[in-house]
C-alpha cells in the first residue's frame, strides 16, 4: 500500500474530485445596441458647461441644421421621438376623427397609433415583395376605387423598412394625382437613398427617429422635416406648448411638451457625421451573412430594388423550413440559446388584435414574410468574430 503524505493525512478537510473550469460566457449579442464612438462626450460637456439641458439653446438648433443638410430639406423640427414626429405630422396634414389614414401593413404599430388615437381610422395596404414597403401598384389601384366611391384619405403614409426606403417618387405620383398628402415614416431609413434621394424626400413632411437602436442614435428623440417652412413653424408652435410670443404664458390652443432636450441634441449632433461611415457597417454586415449563409438551402435575405440603397439597419432574412430544416422560430430559439438575440419581421397590422376591425387590402405579401422572417444582429458597432457567433449557430440548424 502506498505511504499516504503527512500533510494529507494530517488534514481534515475532504478530498473533492477535480472539476474543470467553464470557459467563460461570451457577452449578449443584441440586434442593434447604441453605438456610442467617444465623441459625444465632447459635445456633452459643453452642453453642460453651457447650462442648457432644457429643449432650449444652441444644440438642438445645430442639431437641426446638421439634419437639413442629411436629408436635403430646408426646415427640421428636433423633438422628443420619432412617434411625436409622426404626432405632429399628422397635426400638419389635418387628420380628425372619422378621416381615413392608410399606411403599409408590414411596420411598427406607431407609424399608425397616433392617428388612430385622434380618431382616425386606419387602412393597411399590402407590401411589394421587390422591396418589403409599400406597393405602389396597389396603392395606385386603391385610391382610385376609392375616389370613386368617394372617399379619399386624409393621408397617406409609407414606411421605410429596416432601413429600406419606400419608392417615394412612385407613390408620390399617385397620391398627388388624387391630391394627397404624403406623411414619410423614415424613422428608421435614415442614410438611405431612394432614386438618388434621401429616404422619405419628396413627402409633404418626413419622421425620422434617434432610438437608442438606430444607426444614428441620441437615446431617444426624433424629427419632422419639410421643404414647406411654414409647416414645421406650426408644428414647433404646437411642441412647445403652444405658447404665444407674449410676457406672460398666453395660449390660444393647448400644445404638447414635444421638444428635444439639449443633452439629447448634443449625443445626436456627435453621431450625424458618422452617418455614412456606420451606413457602410451595417450594409458590410448584411453581405457577410447573405456570403455566409446564402449558400445554404432555405435561406434567402431582404431584396434591394435598383433605385434604391438600404441602410440594412436590420438584416432580414427569409426562412423556407422545408428546404432548411427547421423554421423561423427554431432559428429565433437556437440563438437565444446562445445568447444571440433575434426577432421576427414585425407582425402585420392587420393581423394585430388592436386592428381587428381595421380595413385592409390583401396583406399575403406580408403574412409571409412575418411567418418566414427574421431579423439578425446589425449592430454596427458588432465585430466580425460576433457575427460569426451568430452565423454558426445558424449553421448549426441546419438539416
Known sequence: MAPVHPAVASSSAPILPFRRERAPTPPRL???PPHLDGSELEYLRETLASGWLAPAGPMPTRFEAALTGTIRLPHALALSSGTAALHLGYRMLGVEPGD??????LTFVATVAPAVQMG???RFLDVDPASWTLDPDLLREQLAAAARRGRLPRVVVPADLYGQPCDMAAIRAACAHWGVPVLSDSACALGGLQHGLPA???ADLVAVSFNGNKIVTAGGGGALLSADGAMIARARHLATQAREPA????HETTGFNYAMSSVLAAVGLAQLPSLEERVATRRAIFARYVEALGPLPGLSFMPEPGWARATRWLSAMLVDPRRFGGDREAIRLALAE???ESRPVW????LQPAFRHAPSVRGEVAAGLFERGLCLPSGSGM???EQFRAISAIRARHR
Open 30 to 32: 443584441h440586434l442593434s
Open 100 to 105: 381615413e389614414v392608410w399606411t403599409s401593413t
Open 120 to 122: 382616425a381610422t386606419p
Open 200 to 202: 422619405g424626400h419628396g
Open 247 to 250: 410676457a406672460h404664458y398666453q
Open 338 to 340: 446562445e445568447g444571440i
Open 347 to 350: 407582425k402585420p397590422l392587420h
Open 383 to 385: 465585430s466580425v468574430a
